[in-house]
């Protein structure tokens, strides 16, 4: 009797679980992020412009990417205003184009 070779099983297409990322944030994450913005008030972005924001939200400074580890690494957060986090996750989704390296440099 020939074995069968085992194959992998083909994911769902329709995995009703919530991914990675949005499994992360669940009411731990809410209670720990909400003892932090107690701890840190503040907007970390605007505080470093000389600005004093009251934080809306806890952000995560190396994106986690549902990495446990840097999820729950309090050294990787930062309490931040609505308006630096959007505008820190418009930079990551988007980061600026790399410069062209110099001999590919458009001539005059
Ligand atoms: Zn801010």
Excluded at 17 to 26: I, K, N
Excluded at 38 to 50: D, S
């Amino acid at each position: 009797m020939p074995h069968r070779i085992p194959t992998r099983r083909r994911p769902r297409p329709h995995d009703p679980r919530p991914s990675t990322h949005h499994r992360c944030y669940t009411r731990a994450w809410e209670k720990a992020s909400r003892a932090y913005r107690r701890a840190h008030p503040l907007c970390a972005e605007c505080a470093r412009q000389g600005i004093s924001t009251a934080a809306a939200l806890v952000d995560h400074i190396i994106p986690h990417k549902g990495d446990p580890v840097l999820f729950w690494d309090q050294d990787n957060w930062q309490s931040l205003c609505i308006n630096c986090h959007n505008a820190k996750t418009a930079r990551e989704n988007h980061p600026p184009p790399p410069p062209a390296p110099p001999d590919q440099a458009p001539t005059p």
